[in-house]
T-cell receptor, first 115, second 116 residues
């Protein structure tokens, strides 16, 4: 079975400071990992994904994520947060051994960037 | 290009009534997914269509829920005899459907369903 956890319900950070949103996963095969962002009253927007290769993945809006197999983590990072980054962030996983293509999502982490 | 569109954006209904939610995927995408986002439950997978294959219905919470996809494009999610616990945001996503598990899903804005 595939599962993903986001241990923090909310992250507060000052504008200009680094932002990290944590995600850990569990799969039986290889993980395919995704980050999405949701702004108020909007759908989910794709940020980035890890499939294979370089452990550091760069995505939209200056975000990046680091895949760590030994720690089964895929934390989302941004070197310098903006107020406009305030939103709900979801990590998702798909197990390479699982049938079908459904994603399993974490519970979400609300990010609040203060001016 | 146009993204995934969903209608209506908001739906308020009375308990016991049936509702239909519509999803138009991105043109050329052969895979289509329905998810439900509710308070305290996060995002739950409901159903997945891939081309002409039989849909994966493993996430449908009860037999009151059904979905169809006509002509391999537009999809309708139907909830019969709605209950208050059905209140949620229903999200549709589509992907190229290359058959690879690495496909990226692109989401629509969702339909907010409120059952009174």
């Amino acid at each position: 079975a595939q599962s993903v956890a986001q241990p923090e319900d909310q992250v507060n950070v000052a504008e200009g400071n680094p932002l990290t949103v944590k995600c850990t996963y569990s799969v039986s095969g290889n993980p395919y990992l995704f980050w999405y962002v949701q702004y108020p009253n909007r759908g989910l927007q794709f940020l980035l994904k890890y499939i294979t290769g370089d452990n550091l993945v760069k995505g939209s809006y200056g975000f990046e994520a680091e895949f760590n197999k030994s720690q089964t983590s895929f934390h989302l990072k941004k070197p310098s947060a903006l107020v406009s980054d305030s939103a709900l962030y979801f990590c998702a996983v798909r197990d390479s051994r699982a049938a079908g293509n459904k994603l399993t999502f974490g519970g979400g982490t609300r990010v609040l960037v203060k001016p | 290009g146009a993204g995934v569109s969903q209608s209506p954006s908001n739906k308020v209904t009375e308990k016991g009534k049936d509702v239909e939610l519509r999803c138009d995927p991105i043109s050329g995408h052969t895979a289509l997914y329905w998810y439900r986002q509710s308070l305290g439950q996060g995002l739950e997978f409901l159903i997945y269509f891939q081309g002409n294959s039989a849909p994966d219905k493993s996430g449908l919470p009860s037999d009151r829920f059904s979905a169809e996809r006509t002509g391999g494009s537009v999809s309708t999610l139907t909830i019969q005899r709605t209950q208050q616990e059905d209140s949620a945001v229903y999200l549709c996503a589509s992907s190229l459907g290359s058959g690879l598990a690495t496909d990226t899903q692109y989401f629509g804005p969702g339909t907010r369903l409120t059952v009174l």
